[in-house]
């Protein structure tokens, strides 16, 4: 789905990942689940682009609802994956501690782990080989994407501001529709390692020029950056 020049989104409000184009190729931002693969594949069509476009796949974390097409990506098609030197055994490995869900309600956890599900949840494929980034990287990629520690949701959860794309990809340092209660609007994410320090590290966009802060799960959201940190810490 197209939301802006240069910008579209792969999934819904449930997961989602995204695809920044320029004339000199493709940025993928996060790879959603495995199922959706097709729909990287439709976007991609609706382009007049192909797989052999994308010059490389960047993941806020290494979570298993954000690698889902990653390693398919890198193996059969060569694209490099990058993620933060603290997620890269997550990335690879799927290991991480074990936090407490927290609040839910019963509609919309089955939602989301009904759509995970479908989407293949429990055939992802953990990253074989990933290229570690750090806060304040300039990647050269499509867009000259800049990477911002967010450590909280997970050791090296990061921000990518895009200025191309008018954007900064926040993963699940924050939520626009919560996936275990159904609310809407910007909130903490569930699954946070450490939730203090994922609410300290909303402040490290607050200077960014955007006009989108587009989030893992949960409606894409038009506000500036300097808004976030109040915005979520008054939810």
């Known amino acids: 789905m197209k939301l802006a020049p240069h910008l579209h ?9 995204y695809l920044v184009s320029t004339p000199q190729g493709i940025t993928l931002i996060d790879a959603g689940l495995p199922g959706h693969w097709r729909d990287l594949q439709h976007e991609l069509r609706s382009l007049g682009k192909s797989v052999d476009d994308i010059r490389g796949l960047i993941l806020t974390h290494g979570d298993s609802d954000h690698i889902g097409f990653a390693e398919r990506l890198r ?3 060569g694209v490099p994956v990058f993620v933060h030197a603290a997620d890269a055994v997550r990335a690879r490995t799927g290991e991480k501690p074990k936090v407490a869900f927290g609040p839910m309600r019963l509609g919309p956890t089955l939602g ?12 992802t494929r953990y990253v074989g080989e990933v290229v570690e980034i750090g806060d304040g990287d300039v990647l050269d990629l499509p867009g000259g994407p800049v990477i911002v520690g967010m450590p909280g949701h997970s050791p090296g959860s990061v921000a990518v501001h895009v200025p191309i794309a008018d954007a900064v990809f926040v993963g699940d340092a924050l939520t626009t529709r919560h996936v275990l209660t159904g609310r809407e609007g910007p909130q903490a994410a569930p699954f946070t390692d450490d939730p203090a320090e994922a609410l300290t590290s909303l402040d490290r966009i607050a200077g960014l020029t955007a006009s989108w802060v587009l989030p893992g799960h949960g409606a894409p959201w038009r506000t500036s950056p300097s808004q976030v940190s109040e915005a979520v810490q008054a939810s």
């Open 112 to 123: 989301f782990f009904g759509y995970s599900i479908r989407k293949n949840a429990m055939r």
């Open 75 to 77: 193996s059969a098609h």
């Open 9 to 17: 989104r792969l999934g819904n409000d449930l997961v989602a990942c």
